[in-house]
């Protein structure tokens, strides 16, 4: 990947947010689709609060990651099919500085999105946390981080809107089912234990449970936000390397 110029993935960034803010219903999915959720949720176990307790917080991580997944493939596929990054690509414009704009610019609405789900869940829905929100909000907006790299990556293999959305149960729903939400991962095959170890959920659900059970931060919840985070920068190190598909 090209060094990056602040300033061509700054005016890239700020592009990317440009159109997104004319597009309401995109907006809405992003930041108030997960709030809603979580809302749902709790009033579900109304009468066992602490099944919220226990499932709120991983859950607090996976909604942003599936909702910046969605969005972002089928929003970067939009740019692909209708030229718009060989046109941007033709210009002094490296790939380094584009796939870093739009992590920036939908890497804000993130920060946006986890906090506002994070605040509410601790502020109003009750969340009953033994760590610090702080920590929650962290992992979190690393796990929206992570679904915006994902989704720019796969928007390379999608030829149309529809195939963006089929990688959906492709890429997130065997993550979801291994990352240990359901049953823990020590219960599970020792083969799928071992898939469920090379999934970047699993992490995230960890890290989150660590939060939810331990007033200090632990070296596991370090080791889980470092590969979160690390797995994000791979993915969009890779997203970046699909731009020659589609760039003479």
């Known amino acids: 990947m090209s060094v990056m110029n602040a300033a061509r993935t700054t005016a890239t960034a700020t592009r990317v947010l440009r159109q997104l803010r004319h597009d309401r219903r995109t907006i809405a999915l992003l930041l108030l689709v997960p709030c809603l959720l979580l809302v749902l949720l709790r009033y579900m176990f109304d009468g066992d609060p602490r099944t919220f307790d226990s499932i709120g ?4 991580g996976i909604f942003p990651l599936i909702m910046m997944f969605l969005v972002t493939s089928i929003a ?6 209708s030229g718009t990054l060989e046109r941007l690509l033709a210009m002094p414009l490296g790939k380094a500085d584009l796939i ?3 992590a920036l ?6 920060v946006v999105q986890s ?5 509410l869940a601790v502020g109003f829905l009750g969340l009953d946390v033994t760590g610090s929100p702080w920590l929650l909000l962290l992992v979190a907006v690393l796990d929206a981080v992570l679904g915006t790299a994902l ?7 999608a030829a149309s809107e529809f195939q963006a959305v089929q990688f959906l149960p492709a890429v997130i729903f065997p993550q979801l089912l291994l990352c240990g939400l359901f049953t823990p991962r020590s219960n599970m095959h020792p083969v799928l234990e071992k898939i469920s170890d090379a999934l970047p959920m699993s992490y995230a659900v960890d890290g989150m449970t660590q939060v939810l059970t331990h007033t200090d931060m632990t070296t596991t919840f370090v080791r889980d936000v470092l590969i979160v985070g690390g797995c994000a920068l791979l993915v969009l190190a890779l997203g970046a390397a699909t731009l020659k598909r589609t760039t003479p």
Do not use: I, K, N, Q
Request: aromatic share 16%.
């Open 105 to 110: 610019a939908f890497g804000a609405f993130a």
């Open 151 to 157: 989704g720019l990556f796969v928007s390379a293999f």
């Open 76 to 81: 970067t596929l939009r740019e692909r099919t």
């Open 57 to 60: 917080a991983s859950l607090l």
């Open 115 to 119: 906090a506002l789900a994070t605040g």
């Open 100 to 102: 870093a704009g739009y």
